[in-house]
């Protein structure tokens, strides 16, 4: 067999062994790769996720300016997408190796990578090219996804296999492929009083609708989180903020209400879930187009998209939340989390901090979890919740360098029913 491979263990096959997993996420933002390192282990009907730390690390100058210029609505070429693939894969694998090195004391099991959205591809309704699956994308269904960075640089840096593309599977089987949190959020938050909604505030909100009544929950994508902030930011201070730090220019200006009422006019927003968006709709040219005449301050402009992302999170759960709880970038806006506080008078507007969830780490702890599933062959999505016709089990694996390969669902387990967070060791 040769010399051990650096960063690898023999990965227990049974799944009431512990498995340690490093999570891998680049959200919306397109800013940079978030590391969470966690150890999963099932005892009953209940997997217990042991956060071992996490760790932020911003692309590259070089690549980050290349990847923003190729995002829609931006034309892009064969060769820059090469590049650019590459070049993530490249900025995954680097964090990998660090976090299993820095979080993990040189050992873990496995990697699950979401990779870099370039496109979520939203259907208006056309001509598919068809396909068997191709009658379940009518409008506003989901015809394609496509996530970038090379799982086979992370497999060869770290030494360890890679679950990766989690999102197409779900639209394959008639889903929107995202978000794909509800699961996480579902056993997570498994027993809660009332109906809780777990919301997620990155490039795009999202949110988790569970219903205490036992039914299914539903996630989906409410509208601009911080997509428009940063693209007004950006804009407005000639690219010298990437985005309004604790929110000190939105609190200085003033909702104006032509243009909130405008933004508001947005199809979207009216679109039953399941449902889901991106920057392929919610980008800086989309919020030009819709200024009007009179061109408003900096102050006012980001005091009106906070209202904006506000209005539209809380008309999503207006009615059913009887908490939020909030993780994100989002969240360290102090003024945005007081305006959506302020639109849900009665309802608990938490963090997920104050859950044992760390808020800059959810989305890669709930990736982590998604290729728990996947390395034992259970699935990663509710049915129901995404719109697909069945749930499935997600992604594709890249076997390391010893050819280890996911095991399979062992003999008598199920699905999880509830996520316990247990304290950091």
């Known amino acids: 067999m040769g010399d051990p491979i650096p960063g690898a263990r023999s990965a227990p096959a049974d799944a009431r ?95 699950v990578s979401h990779g870099q959205t370039l496109f979520h591809w939203v259907s208006d309704g056309g001509a598919s090219y068809g396909g068997s699956g191709s009658g379940a994308a009518s409008g506003g269904g989901v015809r394609g996804t496509l996530q970038i960075g090379e799982p086979a640089w992370i497999a060869e840096a770290t030494g360890l296999p890679v679950v990766s593309g989690l999102r197409t599977r779900d639209v394959a ?97 009216a679109r039953p879930a399941p449902k889901s968006t991106g920057k392929e709709l919610f980008h800086l040219p989309y919020l030009l187009d819709r200024l009007g005449p009179a ?5 006012d402009l980001l005091a009106t998209l906070v209202a904006l992302t506000a209005r539209t999170v809380a008309d999503a759960v207006r009615g059913t939340a009887t908490e939020v709880v909030a993780s994100g970038g989002g969240t360290r806006n102090p003024v945005l989390m007081a305006a959506l506080r302020a639109e849900l008078p009665g309802v608990a507007v938490l963090s997920s901090d104050e859950l044992g969830v760390p808020s800059q780490a959810k989305e890669a702890l709930a990736f982590a979890v998604l290729g728990w599933h996947t390395w034992h062959g259970l699935p990663g999505v509710l049915t ?42």
């Open 173 to 269: 089987a008639g889903g929107q492929g995202a978000p794909l949190v509800g699961l996480f959020d579902a056993l997570w938050l498994a027993g809660r009083p009332g109906t809780a909604v777990a919301l997620n505030l990155g490039g795009i909100a999202n949110v988790t609708v569970l219903s205490g009544a036992g039914g299914t929950p539903v996630a989906f994508d409410t509208g601009p989180a911080c997509a428009l902030l940063d693209a007004a930011t950006r804009h407005v201070t000639g690219d010298r903020l990437a985005f309004d730090a604790d929110g000190a220019l939105a609190a200085r200006g003033r909702v104006l209400p032509d243009l909130l009422a405008r933004l508001l006019d947005e199809p979207y927003y």
């Open 17 to 111: 062994f512990p498995l340690r997993v490093v999570g891998l996420m680049s959200g919306t933002s397109h800013d940079g790769v978030d590391a969470a390192a966690c150890d999963l282990r099932l005892a009953g009907d209940t997997l217990t996720l042991t956060p071992l730390g996490h760790l932020s690390v911003p692309y590259p100058t070089a690549l980050r300016n290349e990847l923003v210029a190729a995002l829609p609505p931006a034309a892009t070429s064969a060769e820059t997408f090469c590049r650019l693939d590459t070049g993530i894969g490249q900025a995954f694998a680097d964090v990998a190796a660090r976090a299993v090195a820095e979080l993990c004391d040189g050992r873990a099991d496995l990697v």
């Open 384 to 425: 129901g919740a995404t719109g697909a016709r069945h749930a499935s089990v997600l992604g594709s694996v890249t076997p390391g360098p010893d050819g280890r390969y996911p095991p399979g669902r062992s003999a008598g387990v199920e699905r999880p029913g509830r996520l316990e967070i247990a304290r950091s060791v």
């Open 295 to 299: 061109v408003p301050t900096a102050e």
